[in-house]
Nanobody
Framework: QVQLVESGGGLVQPGGSLRLSCSASGIIFRIHALGWYRQAPGKERELVANIYSTLTTNYAESVKGRFTISRDNAKNTMYLQMNSLKPEDTAIYYC?????????WGQGTQVTVSS
């Protein structure tokens, strides 16, 4: 049974930083592509960043240069370091794994950027 659990969200002022974590179980973590997505109120869920088993990464234009995705295969954990946060980064952040064509999602963690 695949389980993804996000943590690390919270309230932060504009310009601040947060690090999100996604802990996974039920998969051979190192072989799968992983991703962070977010959904703001009234908007569709959107890709934030992906990281592949080769450690290749890609980012949404809106977060390039501010966010960094990484993975620790020994800990079955993926991270999203978010710096220079803006109010428009406010959303629920989800992690996702694609296991042989089936998508699995975590429950999400709220990030709120506000003064």
């Amino acid at each position: 049974q695949v389980q993804l659990v996000e943590s690390g969200g919270g309230l932060v002022q504009p310009g601040g930083s947060l690090r999100l974590s996604c802990s996974a179980s039920g998969i051979i973590f190192r072989i799968h592509a992983l991703g962070w997505y977010r959904q703001a109120p009234g908007k569709e869920r959107e890709l934030v960043a992906n990281i592949y088993s080769t450690l290749t990464t890609n980012y949404a234009e809106s977060v390039k240069g501010r966010f960094t995705i990484s993975r620790d295969n020994a800990k079955n954990t993926m991270y999203l370091q978010m710096n220079s946060l803006k109010p428009e980064d406010t959303a629920i952040y989800y992690c996702k794994v694609n296991k042989f064509g089936v998508e699995y999602w975590g429950q999400g963690t709220q990030v709120t950027v506000s003064s």
